[in-house]
Structure formats: C-alpha cells, structure tokens
C-alpha cells in the first residue's frame, strides 16, 4: 500500500475511532462511493474552467472579495462572541456563552488590541463572526470603527449573520463605519429573505451564505431568482460536517458520511454542485461557489502557517507553500511550524513579541524531524521541492516532504 493510501486509511480508522459512540453511522462503501464520483464527475464538468484554489472551489460566475482574501491566507476571522440565538440542527458547536473576542487561539479584550494585531501581520481582510454579532451589536460596531481608525483604509471587512436582530438602523450605522459586505445564514430563519432585503443598498456587497443542506436542494434552486431581486450578489455554499456537538441531530437525517480528515456529508457536496449546475444551465447573475471542506482544512490552516512565517521566520527562510519553514542542507531536510500564543511557553524555545497593547509568544515546532539524505535522495528531493509533482509520491520520503512543502490538488476522490 502506498503512503498516500496509509494515510487515508488512517483517516477512516481515526473517524471510526473517534465516533464509535454512534455505531449505526452510514460511513461511505466502495459501492456507493464509485455511484457518487460519477455523479460528482458529471456535476464537476459543467464547472471545469472555474475551479479555484487548487480545484478545491468550483464556482459559477464570482466569489467576493473576502473568499479570495481568505484562499490567500490574508484574512483574519474575528469571533466577537460564542453566544448564539439560533438553534440550526447543523451548527458544528455549542454557542451558549458569551467569552472575549478571539482568533486563532488568541484573546482582545480591546479592539485597540486586535487593529495592532491586523497591522503587525498585514492582513488584508477581515470578518466579524461568533456565535452572532448582532446580540452584542455595541461591541461589533466599536470593534469595526476601531479597526477604520487604526487601520488601511484598503482593509476589506465583513460580518455574518443570522439576521434574526438584523434592522435597518443597524445596517446604516454599520454601512457609516465602514462595513464592506454582510453575509446571511438564512438556514436559521426558514429561507426567509426579509432581513437581507433591509441590507440591500445600504451594505454595499450582501452575500448568502449557508451550509448546502441535501434536503433544500430544490427550495434554494427556486430561491435563487428572488435572492437576485434581494440584491445578493453571491451565494456561499459549504459543506456539513459531522461534529460531536450536532451528531444526535446530523446522523437523524440518514446522511452518508465521508472519513475525511474531518467527517463530512457526501450528500451536501452532490446538493451545492447540483445548485450550481442549476445556475449555469440558467445563466442565472449570482455569484455562486461551493465552499468545501478541503478548500478550508487545506488553505485556511496553510494561509495562517504562511502569514507567521513570513512575518516572524529570519530573513531569507525557506517557506512552503503549506506554510512550513523548509531546513534543506547537503545532506538533510526538515521543517518547522511556527505557532503564536497568549500563554508563555514552557522550555527556552520561544520569543517574545510585543505589540502596542499586547504580549503574545511565538514558538517554533518541528513539523516534520530532520531526515537524513543519502546522494540520490537529494537529487529526488531537489526536483520535487523545485517542481510539484503531478502526482502524489510514491515514495515514503518523498510523500512526508509533499505534505509539507504542497497543498493537496482538487476534491479527494470518493
């Protein structure tokens, strides 16, 4: 078996493992997964000159200028509360408390904190999300208009939403400090468009964005028309994702799951391609695309790594594109992660970084260990750091190396 196969292999034991609490899961077969990749192969095809990042985003007509800041990795996502008002039977964890805005681990307790983050790392977007916003709407606002003040006036920022404390009043003081596009999970209000009509003409990019559930397949088909007459401009479409949190309410509806690295919904993937399919047989003006899990768990992680090593790593680093720092000698490789954190870490190998109104500590991990290269490994090694292969490794050094140096091309077969 190939290392490649190892590793997916792994994958299936690792959810299996981990979900053995729920032993009637419909895990994808062999039989059923060779049916799906035809039906995918169809759908796919109709998109094949609009696969973005790597094929891992099929899209019809555009996607917003914050989804090609986030596959870029210049985006940083805000979660001003965990407190939610909604109870969607798909919402991947529990929303009950209100805690201190945070990102990527990292806690500000004051916006003056957070735009001092945004500038030191240079990010070029930015999104509020929770939990919902608009329960601490003072909060999001002082957040938004702090962030205006002390950063680029270039600085792309959105809000998402379940639009259920959404008003007009909200929108225009929103739209005053400088909001660029709110984004609308109308899977917590029935499908129902009122409250991104009231957005319409006063945030000037309104976007829907929801989980592509199997069974809204043909009401969002309908939809579409009348999200046009809303004034959406794009359609964002995820992936459901099993988690321990929604599984007594996810595994209800009969849906097949795919062991990825996280388990996924085969039907969900098959629902936003046939959404899509639909709008390109119809020539329909929406922006649609199909946000899936391999996009996020590969170029959201990667985007990160890549962010920090760039700003943090010594001058002349060698960075990959998964955003590892490669260590390349006459006869070794390795690489190594960095990590930022609130909490100083144990042991002498961090820094210290200190910005205006906070003190955060980078640590360098190793990400894969020094491996030592005889003459023709090198040689191997050196043409594929040089040129990614089109195929995946073959060979357990080369294969590790891959891992760390590229980010996986396309959909993962069923």
């Not at 989804?67 to 210049?74: H, I």
């Not at 996502?77 to 805690?99: G, M, R, V």
């Not at 600085?155 to 929103?174: C, H, P, Q, S, V």
């Not at 039907?267 to 695309?289: P, R, T, V, Y």
């Amino acid at each position: 078996m190939n290392p490649y196969s190892v590793y997916l292999n792994n994958l299936v034991n690792k959810n299996k493992s981990n979900f053995a609490e729920y032993p009637n899961i419909k895990w994808l077969n062999p039989y059923h997964a060779l049916q799906a990749q035809e039906i995918r192969d169809k759908l796919i095809s109709a998109l094949a000159e609009n696969l973005l990042f790597k094929e891992t985003k099929p899209i019809h007509r555009q996607i917003s200028e914050g989804c090609k800041l986030c596959g870029q990795g210049l985006w940083s996502c805000l979660f001003i509360t965990n407190k939610c008002n909604a109870n969607c039977f798909y919402c991947p964890s529990a929303q009950l408390k209100d805690e201190v805005p945070a990102t990527q681990s990292l806690t500000f307790e004051t916006a003056e904190s957070y735009a001092d983050y945004i500038n030191f790392f240079g990010f070029k977007g930015v999104s509020f999300s929770g939990g919902e916003p608009l329960l601490f709407f003072d909060r999001t606002l002082h957040y938004l208009k702090t962030i205006r003040k002390m950063c680029s006036p270039d600085l792309y920022i959105w809000m998402y939403t379940n639009g259920i404390l959404a008003d007009e009043n909200k929108f225009r003081k929103l739209a005053e400090a400088g909001l660029n596009e709110v984004r609308f999970d109308i899977g917590a209000t029935g499908y129902k468009l009122d409250k991104v009509k009231l957005a319409n003409g006063i945030i000037p990019n309104v976007t829907i964005e929801i989980p592509a559930v199997p069974e809204k397949k043909e009401l969002l088909k309908q939809l579409l028309p009348k999200m046009m007459e809303a004034g959406v401009t794009n359609l964002n479409l995820h992936q459901l994702r099993l988690t321990k949190h929604n599984a007594p309410n996810l595994l209800k509806r009969n849906y097949t799951i795919i062991p990825a690295e996280q388990p996924v919904v085969l039907e969900s993937e098959l629902a936003a391609l046939e959404i899509m399919q639909f709008a390109h047989e119809n020539n329909l003006k929406i922006g649609i695309n199909y946000c899936s899990f391999f996009f996020k768990n590969r170029f959201q992680p990667a985007g990160f790594r890549r962010m920090l090593a760039k700003t943090l790593s010594t001058t002349g680093s060698a960075i990959t594109e998964k955003g590892f720092i490669r260590e390349f000698s006459e006869n070794s490789i390795g690489f190594k992660a960095l990590t930022i954190s609130e909490d100083k870490p144990s042991g002498n190998n961090f820094t210290e970084l200190q910005l205006p109104h906070k003190t955060c500590f980078v640590k360098t991990e190793t990400a894969m260990k020094n491996q030592l290269l005889d003459f023709q490994s090198k040689i191997y090694v050196e043409n594929l750091i040089q040129n990614e292969p089109a195929e995946i490794p073959e060979d357990e050094l080369l294969f590790q190396i891959w891992q760390m140096e590229y980010i996986e091309k396309g959909l993962r077969e069923y």
